[in-house]
Antibody
């Protein structure tokens, strides 16, 4: 079925690195731009990053720019987020989401179940 | 970048109509999309573009927009509509995405 499944979350010390993944199935992954969105405990949704369908364009929220790197492997139908120099404020559930858009709107029509990243000593 | 502002909490009596609003400069250029999130679950898209519903979303959900304000209206709210609702749009640069802070809807 059409789904996104995140993995790789866990507890990591401040300043360390972590890579999380999102496996896509049931649709043509290489045709869609993909995003990471996070949600700190008890807080709202925060956009993190986007990668174009072919990986040629990437954008980041100011809060993670220079520390996080988004990538994808279309041969493996997998999206990645490599997180360096992690901070306690990066603690959140990280969701991958599929973009559905035109020039006039951008929506997330498919979400994963999320993977929890906890940054703590 | 830009911001989207939502009321933190709204309540509605069972069967009545409620409107949830979202304000921001980016909404003068882009339509908002709306997602519903229930406790412990991932968000689910309920409205996108001018006023479109994904398959499976009840027609009691509708969207509208005027100036810098987008609205999500739930007509004849049901108990299962109790959830957090988030608006989002492209930001004013067009390359990033911005979310509203979310509105917690309580159905009384």
């Amino acid at each position: 079925q059409v789904q996104l499944v995140e993995s790789g979350g866990g507890v990591v010390q401040p300043g360390r690195s972590l890579r999380i993944s999102c496996a896509a199935s049931g649709f043509t992954f290489r045709s869609y731009a993909m995003h990471w969105v996070r949600q700190a405990p008890g807080k709202g949704l925060e956009w993190v990053s986007v990668i174009s369908y072919d990986g040629s364009n990437k954008y980041y929220a100011d809060s993670v720019k220079g520390r996080f790197t988004i990538s994808r492997d279309n041969s493996k139908n997998t999206l990645y987020l490599h997180m360096d120099s992690l901070r306690p404020e990066d603690t959140a559930v990280y969701y991958c989401a599929r973009e559905y858009s035109t020039g006039w709107y951008l929506a997330f029509d498919l979400w994963g179940q999320g993977t929890m990243v906890t940054v703590s000593s | 970048s830009s911001e989207l502002t939502q009321d933190p909490a709204v309540s509605v009596a069972l069967g009545q109509t409620v409107r949830i609003t979202c304000q921001g400069d980016s909404l003068r250029s882009y339509y908002a999309s709306w997602s519903q999130q229930k406790p412990g679950q991932a968000p689910v898209l309920v409205i996108y573009d001018k006023n479109n519903r994904p398959s499976g979303i009840p027609d009691r959900f509708s969207g509208s927009s005027s100036g810098n304000t987008a609205s999500l209206t739930i007509t004849a709210a049901q108990a299962e509509d109790e959830a957090d609702y988030y608006c989002n749009s492209r930001d004013t640069s067009g390359n990033h995405v911005v979310f509203g802070g979310g509105t917690k809807l309580t159905v009384l």
